[in-house]
């Protein structure tokens, strides 16, 4: 399908484009579902790194695609398969993954996406985030086995208790935060508790990545008021507040 000034734009860059099809899908709770796909060379192509995501194209009105960014979950290359999870919610994108059943296809544009591990690694990680990040939260858990964390998620629905967060017990704390005042609970909670938690702000790595009022007002919170070095603070928005 037709991609519009987006997909001209991402051709000048390089992007490298695939079709991914759907195998199997599962409704992890009312507002979350995780789809299994079938990669289409991707993965062989453009190698795996934590946190990876690709840019999905959605149907969209008058025959305009809708491009998404969706971070992959657990990505086999000698398979060639993956899975992606959604925070379903109204838009085209939700509406596709609510309907996706097997042989279902979706075009998928791999460019921008990158990750630079920290140097030296880090001795702790505090990571913000919620149902929209969650697989790149868990990506970076995974990419950091044995070290300590700290994971402030914030909970629009009450079925999202029941979201697979990948904690390690013994290493990693879990702290909910329902949703409440368009994310300022959320900056209050992490405000008042992350100093305690942070230990030396040049060893830590600090992850923020909910919506974009939210993570920007803590990225300079963490930045400016902690004084964590720019390097180690990985701050990005994956939604804006309706």
């Not at 990158?114 to 001795?123: D, E, L, Q, S, V």
């Amino acid at each position: 399908m037709g991609r519009g000034w987006e997909g001209v734009v991402l051709k000048l860059l390089r992007g490298k484009d695939f079709v991914c099809t759907v195998t199997g899908a599962e409704q992890v709770t009312e507002h979350y579902r995780r789809l299994h796909l079938t990669d289409g060379g991707l993965l062989a192509a453009a190698g795996v790194h934590p946190t990876m995501w690709v840019r999905l194209w959605f149907p969209g009105g008058n025959g305009k695609p809708h491009q998404r960014a969706y971070t992959l979950v657990d990505p086999d290359p000698a398979a060639g398969t993956f899975s992606l999870e959604f925070a379903l919610h109204d838009g085209r994108a939700s509406d596709w993954a609510r309907t996706a059943r097997p042989g279902d296809t979706i075009e998928a544009t791999v460019q921008g996406t990158g990750f630079t591990a920290p140097r030296p690694a880090p001795a702790r990680l505090l990571v913000v985030g919620d149902p929209a990040s969650l697989p790149a939260v868990n990506s970076l858990l995974d990419a950091y086995p044995k070290t300590p964390a700290t994971v402030w998620f914030e909970t629009p629905h009450p079925d999202d208790h029941g979201l697979p967060v990948r904690l390690d017990p013994a290493r990693h704390e879990l702290r909910r935060v329902p949703r409440r005042d368009a994310g300022a609970h959320l900056a209050e909670r992490v405000r008042a508790e992350l100093p305690a938690a942070l230990g030396n702000p040049a060893e830590a790595y600090v992850w923020i990545t909910c919506d974009t009022a939210t993570t920007r007002a803590l990225g300079g919170f963490v930045r400016k008021e902690l004084a964590v070095p720019m390097q180690r603070v990985h701050a990005l928005g994956y939604w804006r507040t309706p």
